[in-house]
C-alpha cells in the first residue's frame, strides 16, 4: 500500500489546517489508520487514530483541537488541526494499522505553525 499526505504548510498560532493522506494499493476501510509527527531533533511522536468501525483516539496534547476522520469512499484519512500552537510544528505522517504495528508510512507533510 502506498500512502500520499498533503496539506501541509505555514500557519499562524491559532490557526486551522486539514491534513490529508489518500492510499492506493488497499482499501483502508477496513484498517485502522495513525496519525504520528516528530518535531525537529525529538522523536516521533503518536497523535491521533482511527479504528475500522469509526472509532478515535488522541493524545492528551491534541485533544480538544485535532480530529482524525476517514472517508473510505475516497480511501483517504484526513487530520483536521484547529487552534494550532508553535509546539505543533513538525512533519506529519499516516500511518496503517498491520495488526501488531504501523506497517506502511506516509512520506510526511510539514507543518509549521509561527508565533
Known amino acids: 500500500v502506498q500512502l500520499q499526505a498533503s496539506g501541509g504548510g505555514l500557519v499562524q498560532a491559532g490557526g486551522s489546517l486539514r491534513l490529508s493522506c489518500a492510499a492506493s494499493?488497499?482499501?483502508?476501510?477496513?484498517?485502522?489508520l495513525g496519525w504520528f509527527r516528530q518535531a525537529p531533533g525529538k522523536e516521533r511522536e503518536f497523535v491521533a487514530a482511527?479504528?475500522?468501525?469509526?472509532?478515535?483516539t488522541y493524545a492528551d496534547s491534541v485533544k480538544g483541537r485535532l480530529t482524525i476522520s476517514k472517508d473510505n469512499a475516497k480511501n483517504t484519512v484526513y487530520l483536521q488541526m484547529n487552534s494550532l500552537k508553535p509546539e505543533d510544528t513538525a512533519v506529519y505522517y499516516c500511518?496503517?494499522?498491520?495488526?501488531?504495528?504501523?506497517?506502511?508510512w506516509g512520506q510526511g507533510t510539514l507543518v509549521t505553525v509561527s508565533s
Open positions: 500511518a496503517v494499522w498491520g495488526g501488531s504495528k504501523y506497517d506502511y
Open positions: 494499493g488497499r482499501t483502508l476501510s477496513t484498517y485502522a
Open positions: 482511527i479504528t475500522w468501525i469509526g472509532g478515535s
